[in-house]
């Protein structure tokens, strides 16, 4: 069974509110961090959420557009090349909103990491979005596009991916920091 994105992202997250909701630290000063921590997750993880789903909607639209590529029905492949363009500027502007929402929130020190190879990622996946809607929406209106803005934005949502991936792995190091 394949894990959808949405579980594979979100579990290590609540997977950490728990842990630290479970009531195992000790002291004063370790509690107010440990809250701080918590909150901070609890906070971000409607955020995170919302990015996670947007990927997923994007990426639905993409293998839709390539099915009717593979077609080789042109009709088709009109039709969900518009829709896919309209699904880039959706996503590249809901992934500027999750952006801004995700700067908005105040780390606590230990996440400090996590948080800026977070906002790392979504810079990198904004850049990545706006040249691929650049370049889809040439194919679209002139029937060709700079394949170089298109290597861009495959390259830019390559890094974006591996720096998500990062900021998942800081994540458990981050829930396995002895309390």
Known sequence: ??????ERYLIPILAAILVLTS??????AQKRSTAKL???LEESLPIIKRHVETTEIGNQANRTFLA?????NQ???????????????????????????FKKLTPPPEARTFHSLVIESLIKEQAGLGDMLSYYSSVLRYGFGDDKALDNANTLMLEAQKIWLQSQYELQDLMQKPE
């Open 1 to 6: 069974m394949r894990m959808r994105a949405t």
């Open 38 to 40: 918590e909150t901070y």
């Open 75 to 101: 009709v088709k492949v009109i039709k969900e090349l518009t829709n896919y363009v309209d699904t880039l500027d959706w996503a590249l502007g809901r992934t500027d909103s999750v952006l801004l929402d």
């Open 23 to 28: 009531g195992m630290v000790v002291g004063c």
């Open 68 to 72: 009717a590529v593979s077609s080789g």
